[in-house]
């Protein structure tokens, strides 16, 4: 069994989040972006939480939210790490990571090499970076579009932290992705759904044994 580490995210019920941390999930995402299907209330985050603490890593994932709305997660769900998945600056990040006192992962958008020059300006003050395929046009969602883009962009890539691979990743194709970006971890959210925003127990363990075993 590899090292690779694996984030699932998006989930929203109890049994779809007890088939993540069974599975051996290393992370678990939670949504908090009403226009996700994904997205979950502060009660419901604050069970799934309860669920998660001391068996995963606990990341809550917001767009361009407000300091107030930080501020409120990270008082009653107290997630390891908050993740950025909109057009959040570098210094909003650090004034985050200062103010909140968890880690840090930004989204970085992709579709050709130019787009990674974005990353090192996160990196500085990121404890790590999250690399997506760009939305399709016309798409409401940042992420959990199911969308791949070239994983050889990432290949030797010296960014000096931690990096994750997002977008389009299967249980047929994550070994492949592994090999090809050469990353050490791997999201997956759609990919994992029996329909849009519906985690599914068996996808879910399909996928984390595909990715454990590349």
Excluded at 113 to 138: C, H, M, S, T
Aim: with cysteine; proline share 4%; net charge negative.
């Amino acid at each position: 069994m590899s090292d690779i580490q694996v984030k699932i995210c998006g989930l929203s019920t109890e049994a779809t989040m007890e088939a993540a941390l069974d599975a051996g999930a290393d992370m678990v995402g939670l949504m908090f972006y009403p226009k996700s299907p994904r997205h979950v209330s502060l009660t419901q985050a604050c069970k799934l939480a309860d669920m998660a603490r001391g068996r995963a890593e606990i990341v809550a994932v917001t767009v361009n939210m407000d300091l107030d709305g930080l501020s409120r997660i990270n008082e009653l769900v107290a997630p390891d790490t908050f993740q950025f998945h909109g057009s959040e600056t570098p210094e909003a990040c650090a004034a985050v990571k200062v103010m909140q006192g968890t880690k840090i992962m930004k989204a970085v958008a992709v579709s050709e090499k130019a787009d990674l020059e974005e990353a090192q300006y996160y990196a500085i003050v990121a404890d790590r970076i999250l690399f997506d395929a760009k939305p399709p046009e016309g798409s409401d969602l940042p992420g959990g579009n199911g969308v791949a883009f070239d994983w050889t962009l990432l290949k030797d890539l010296d960014l000096k932290k931690p990096y994750m691979l997002s977008g389009g990743l299967t249980a047929a194709n994550v070994a492949e992705a592994i090999r090809l970006s050469g990353a050490r971890a791997i999201d997956a959210s759609s990919a994992v759904e029996r329909e849009r925003g519906v985690k599914d127990n068996d996808l879910i363990r399909a996928f984390i044994a595909a990715a454990k075993n590349a």
